[in-house]
């Protein structure tokens, strides 16, 4: 949507913008309950679990006012997805919370909707309700449903000693397009693009979610995942700095190797880390790959404590997410 | 929590509050997953399907930056448990998006989540996981998982003429709560109190769903449900104002009958509205009745269209909210 075309648009009024919302998502829904009640009701695939996740995107910490807003919708579900994927979960159905500013066109709101709407259904799911708010910040809130085995979670408790650690795609493209958004000869609406091409691997988990014991996404980073493992599990987690499948571009835009770790491990990846038994290795490679993905081994777990990258001058300690949150600056220049 | 207090508080640091939520919310789990993992997962009971809802309570829109937290977390968390006793659904889980300034003192989230916490307990769910992410307002989301049995769901869509109108509790609360707002001589304090004394009518809607063809919260004001209800299921519905159970102190805060409309079917009652047919009418009293509440029969559903109030001087189209959340004007002056 161009600007122009937003500025045409009048700005939502709730009540017309949820009739849209109703008839633009009533294809594909289970019909227990119709668009606009109270609630949404869908019915459990027999002896499987309902796997809960939410998500918050920010005007200014995750996305910008120039930002795409289908592009917008479609991270906020993605978002979501890579949570219920790190469970092995199938996705069923989101619901989008959204605060926009009063005056804000409807048509920013509609594309939103749209781009999430075609992300769930990319993945199987479908946008079964959600909420519209005034409020002086867009912000998005993407709540989600999935279906898992009750036996297959992959907790992040259940790494243990002896399981190999395994990756999905690659590593450091959230990185790289952060610090594409501070470089001056990067085209800012690319780079506002690349920070929100989330690529939620849903496929990838339910497969993997087979063989592994435990398994997380690496929204905020492998580093930080590999922390978070080693602390949850018990357990210390070493990746092999030669083994890590790096994203194109990334050794090119950071010329040491200091720079090239700030990079890989900065956060908003969107891939899955997991601790996989040896026994199962083989075939979950295989069943990733029969899923048009990868799986590369970057390490293994063993007895102990911390998260270590084992680099060629030795072991040093997993760096941690680039991008805290609640730290002062968000985005690492170049 | 005093403001005092709240200012001697650390800032929030986003690992850390995660820490303090886990073991906050440790106690009542379903153990299927940890706290703290990518998602959360509660296992279905048979037979039964689940009822989704979100909702944002948004800084500025529906509570103050001085509104006690411990409040704000309840309310959030009232207002999606109001939607699922709309639907007759049994509460489970709920997750609570919360978005911060930086620099927020963690004690402030802590009281909210507490407060989300206790009110979730009270009916019978937990807090199961969330999100916590930095922006310059305050931003609540409440997403909840009901269970139901997929016959009893009492969708909007099923009023009959025929059947008879019914409500729980009192009518104008909402309204009486936001005038008081504007009321000089009404403590402030007071007034965002009762802004954000939502209770969910839980216990009532799981025995009401029963008997009932459509039910819906009030959370808009009965009249506007009552529209939605005569939109929704093709049919006239119809309300005897001297029927209407008003809110203790409206009659008094408000002389004209105009006025006291205004209060009445301002909105943000969540209350329930719901059509019944006339021979489950009395179980369902009786029922409500058992868990301590109140049904009131206010009106019917006849052939026809539109939303009506039968006053002492005849039928009038029925007011609707006057909290238009994206007009000019949120509050009612005095």
């Known amino acids: 949507m161009t600007r122009e075309r937003a500025h045409r648009s009048p700005p939502i009024q709730e009540r017309a913008f949820h009739r849209w919302l109703e008839s633009h998502l009533a ?16 019915r459990p695939p027999r002896g499987q ?6 998500d ?13 807003p289908g592009q917008v919708g479609a991270a906020a579900v993605g978002v979501s997805l890579s949570d219920l994927a790190a469970k092995g979960a199938r996705p069923a159905a989101l619901l989008l919370a959204v605060v926009v500013p009063r005056g804000t066109p409807a048509s920013w709101a509609q594309a939103l909707i749209a781009g999430g709407s075609r992300c769930a259904r990319a993945y199987g799911a479908e946008i079964v309700g959600g909420d519209t708010k005034p409020g002086p910040v867009r912000t998005i809130v993407s709540s989600a449903v ?10 992040r408790t259940a790494a243990r ?58 929204s905020d980073g492998l580093g930080e995942s590999a922390w978070l493992l080693s602390a949850a599990s018990h357990v210390r987690v070493v990746v092999e700095e030669s083994q890590l499948p790096l994203a194109r571009g990334l050794a090119r835009a950071a010329r040491t190797p200091a720079r090239r770790r700030t990079l890989a491990f900065f956060g908003g990846d969107y891939e899955l880390l997991a601790a996989v038994p040896e026994p199962g290795l083989e075939r979950a490679q295989e069943a990733v790959a029969s899923a048009g993905g990868t799986l590369t081994v970057i390490g293994r777990v063993e007895r102990g404590r911390g998260a270590w990258l084992a680099t060629s001058r030795g072991r040093r300690p997993m ?16």
């Open 27 to 42: 294809a594909g829904r289970s019909g227990l309950l119709p668009l606009g009640d109270d609630a949404a009701a869908i």
């Open 49 to 54: 679990v309902a796997v809960l996740t939410t």
């Open 56 to 68: 918050a995107l920010v005007e200014g910490t995750h996305f910008r006012a120039e930002s795409d």
């Open 146 to 155: 999935g279906w898992a085995a009750p036996g297959r979670l992959a907790p």
């Open 161 to 218: 000693p002896g399981d190999v650690l395994v990756t999905t795609g690659e590593v450091g493209r959230g990185g790289l397009a952060a610090a594409h958004l501070n470089d001056r000869h990067w085209p800012r609406a690319r780079s506002l693009r690349e920070l929100l091409d989330v690529r939620p691997r849903v496929r990838e988990g339910i497969r993997i979610a087979r063989w592994a014991h435990a398994m997380l996404d690496t």
């Open 319 to 334: 760096p941690h997410s680039g991008w805290q949150p609640f730290g002062p600056e968000p985005v690492p220049a170049f």
